[in-house]
């Protein structure tokens, strides 16, 4: 079923910008088997572009490696560095759609991921959260989605292994996206 941008009230074509102020980009994975860490990516962009239909729109999105935070430091700066994402190399880690389907309660984007240099197509799954006005005036919709990788696919590879059994750190990676958009200014 093809759903026109008509059918959602308040939602327009055009280039629909990420308010980083009013999103989140966040991920977990397991630790030591027992436990998730959980973390952000505290800097992106991402453009949401309506087309006439939520089948002819795109999203794209750029986050940036050094901005993760996992709230400890020592832990960010391993996670930067070579075992993890190689940010020197590899500063950004990139989303690009190539399609959307479903309805907005039930949205599937699947689209090209790029971790360290590494591509792989992934399907995220979420919702369009509606069209508001805001008291200042300003067209906003919200995004949420999620996804699990992992993380081995994209070449990061490094555990260590614990006494009892088992590794250090967990394969699947799971990221939760919140993101709120700007309507296009005329």
């Known amino acids: 079923m093809t759903t026109t941008v008509e059918q959602i009230n308040g939602l327009t074509q055009g280039a629909?910008?990420?308010?980083?102020?009013?999103?989140?980009?966040?991920?977990?994975?397991?630790?030591?088997?027992?436990?998730?860490?959980?973390?952000?990516?505290?800097?992106?962009?991402s453009t949401l572009t309506i087309g006439e239909t939520l089948e002819q729109s795109t999203v794209v999105a750029d986050i940036d490696v050094a901005s993760i935070n996992s709230k400890d430091e020592n832990?960010?700066?391993?996670?930067?560095g070579a075992?993890?994402?190689?940010?020197?190399?590899?500063?950004?880690?990139?989303?690009?759609?190539?399609?959307?389907?479903?309805?907005?309660?039930?949205?599937?984007?699947?689209?090209d991921l790029t971790i360290r240099g590494t591509t792989q197509e992934v399907t995220l799954t979420g919702e369009l959260?509606?069209?508001?006005?805001?008291?200042?005036?300003?067209t906003r919709t919200g995004v949420t989605a999620s996804t699990t990788?992992?993380?081995?696919?994209?070449?990061?590879?490094?555990?260590?292994?614990?006494?009892a059994g088992g590794v250090l750190v967990g394969d699947k990676v799971?990221?939760?996206?919140?993101?709120?958009?700007?309507a296009p200014q005329a």
Do not use: C, Q
């Open 174 to 182: 799971t990221i939760d996206l919140d993101v709120e958009y700007v």
């Open 83 to 111: 075992d993890f994402f190689d940010a020197e190399n590899h500063p950004a880690i990139t989303f690009r759609s190539t399609s959307v389907s479903g309805t907005p309660d039930d949205l599937a984007i699947v689209g």
């Open 75 to 80: 832990r960010d700066g391993h996670v930067r």
């Open 16 to 45: 629909w910008t990420a308010d980083a102020s009013h999103s989140h980009v966040a991920w977990s994975v397991r630790h030591a088997g027992i436990s998730k860490v959980r973390g952000t990516f505290d800097a992106f962009t």
């Open 149 to 163: 990788i992992s993380r081995k696919a994209f070449g990061i590879t490094w555990n260590a292994a614990l006494e």
């Open 129 to 138: 959260s509606g069209v508001v006005t805001d008291p200042f005036g300003i």
